[in-house]
């Protein structure tokens, strides 16, 4: 397998999954609901911070120095994004099945935590869409860059409740397969002698 079938895959199929999940997320957390809630946020622990994937990979790929900055800024979205998913998504589940009593305080807190979380994951993209433009040429590079950045922000606003957070996802996983592809095949010897 070569090095752009890997990165391809790398950086698509963590939104892919994240999609396919997101596709069964409720619109609002009801007793009903609970449950499913809860595991659905389980069952997206371990995936989400593999979000952070794609513009580490594209990133580093393009400049090691720039990979530096991007992975960690996708650090800061890994913690702070899984923060969200915790407290938002399995403890609010929890609460909202044993009577929703904090939920408030619950959401507030983890929203707080989320958006410096999709913040440093826009600013991971942001880098990595910006080295990927110098390495490949803006008009190359354009379609990934309008598809991860149009994705980052549905991401940051819809989070991945569909149509809206399901469509951020699958806009990531083009965007950022479009750059993985577009990369010309040479450009592992360039990184390596940079």
Known sequence: MND???????????PLAIAAVGMTHPARLTF???????????????????????????ARRANRAAGVV???????????YTSLDVIAGIATGAVK???????????????????????????ASAVAVAVAARQLGILRAAPGAVLVTVGAVMFWQEHVYRPWGVLAMVLLAAGWGWLALARPQHAAQAVATS
């Open 97 to 123: 099945h044993d009577g929703g009593v904090g939920l408030g305080t619950l959401f507030r807190v983890a929203g707080d935590l989320g958006d410096i979380g999709s913040y440093a994951y826009f600013a």
């Open 4 to 14: 752009r079938v890997r990165l391809l895959l790398a950086a698509s199929l963590p």
């Open 70 to 80: 991007a992975g960690v800024l996708a650090f800061v979205y890994a913690c702070f």
């Open 32 to 58: 009903e609901a609970a449950h499913h809630w809860q595991v659905m946020h389980t069952v997206l622990l371990p995936v989400f911070p593999l979000l952070a994937l794609g513009p580490w990979l594209v």
